[in-house]
C-alpha cells in the first residue's frame, strides 16, 4: 500500500540552528512534491514545490531536495527563528490529488 | 479577495444528526477538495471535484456526501453524524494547469465538528 512518512517526533532547535525535517514514501511515482506549513487552528499554507527532475530548490532560508531513487525528501529550514515555529507537511501529487504525510511540528527555541 | 471561506467555524452535533459544511473560493479554481484532519493520521481526502459538474471519492468517503454547487461553492453533507466523525474539516481549492496534475492547493480555515 502507498505511504507516506514524516519525522515521527516534533524537532526542537536553538534559534540560528537547521531544522531537517524527512519525508519518505513507498508505492508512489510521484511527478512532484510539495511542502506545506500549518499554524495551530489553521488550514495548511503552500511553501514549495520539487518536480522529478529536479534535485534541489529553494527558497529565502527554506531548501528541498528530493531524491526519487531514495524515495525521499528533505526539507531544510536555515538560520531559524521561533516564528518558523509549527508543523510541516508534505504532499505527493498524482491524478488531481494530494496525499498528505502527517507532519512534523518544529519548535524554535529563542 | 478572500480565498477559500468555509462554513460554520465550529460546530456540535448529536450521534445521528445532519449539517453541511460550506464552502466557497474566490480565485476562478477548477478543482476542490474535501479532507478531514485527525491527530497522528494527517489529512485524509473525502472527496474531490476536478471540475464544474464532477465530484470523486476520496481516501474516506464513507458516510459523507458532497455537491458540485457551481464553480465556486463545493459542500460536504454528513447525513448521519457518527462519533468517528469528530474531526476538523478543510476545504481546498486548486487550478490544475497540467494534464493529471494537482497544482498548489489553497486551503480553507477549517470546520471543527464535534460528534456527542
Not at chain 1, 510521484?30 to 534535485?55: C, H, M, S, T
Not at chain 1, 529565502?60 to 531544510?76: A, G, I, M
Not at chain 1, 516564528?83 to 504532499?91: F, G, H, I
Request: aromatic share 10%; with cysteine; hydrophobic share 30%.
Amino acid at each position: 500500500s502507498q505511504k507516506i512518512e514524516q519525522n515521527s517526533e516534533a524537532l526542537n532547535i536553538q534559534e540560528g540552528k537547521t531544522a531537517t525535517l524527512t519525508c519518505n514514501y513507498t508505492n508512489y511515482s510521484p511527478a512532484y512534491l510539495q511542502w506545506y506549513r500549518q499554524d495551530p487552528g489553521r488550514g495548511p499554507v503552500f511553501l514549495l514545490l520539487i518536480r522529478e527532475n529536479e534535485k534541489e530548490k529553494r527558497k529565502e532560508r527554506l531548501k528541498v531536495t528530493f531524491d526519487t531513487t531514495l524515495k525521499q525528501s528533505l526539507f531544510h529550514i536555515t538560520a531559524s527563528q521561533p516564528a518558523d515555529s509549527a508543523t510541516y507537511l508534505c504532499a505527493l501529487v498524482g491524478d488531481y490529488k494530494l496525499s498528505f504525510g502527517a507532519g512534523t511540528t518544529v519548535t524554535v527555541r529563542a | 479577495n478572500a480565498g477559500v471561506t468555509q462554513t460554520p467555524k465550529f460546530q456540535v452535533l448529536k450521534t445521528g444528526q445532519s449539517m453541511t459544511l460550506q464552502c466557497a473560493q474566490d480565485m476562478n479554481h477548477n478543482s476542490m477538495y474535501w479532507y478531514r484532519q485527525d491527530p497522528g493520521m494527517g489529512l485524509r481526502l473525502i472527496y474531490y471535484s476536478a471540475s464544474e459538474g464532477t465530484t470523486d471519492k476520496g481516501e474516506v468517503p464513507n458516510g459523507y456526501n458532497v455537491s458540485r454547487l457551481n464553480k465556486r461553492e463545493f459542500s460536504l453533507r454528513l447525513e448521519s453524524a457518527a462519533p468517528s466523525q469528530t474531526s476538523v474539516y478543510f476545504c481546498a481549492s486548486s487550478e490544475v494547469t497540467g494534464q493529471g496534475q494537482a497544482d498548489t492547493q489553497y486551503f480553507g480555515p477549517g470546520t471543527r465538528l464535534t460528534v456527542l
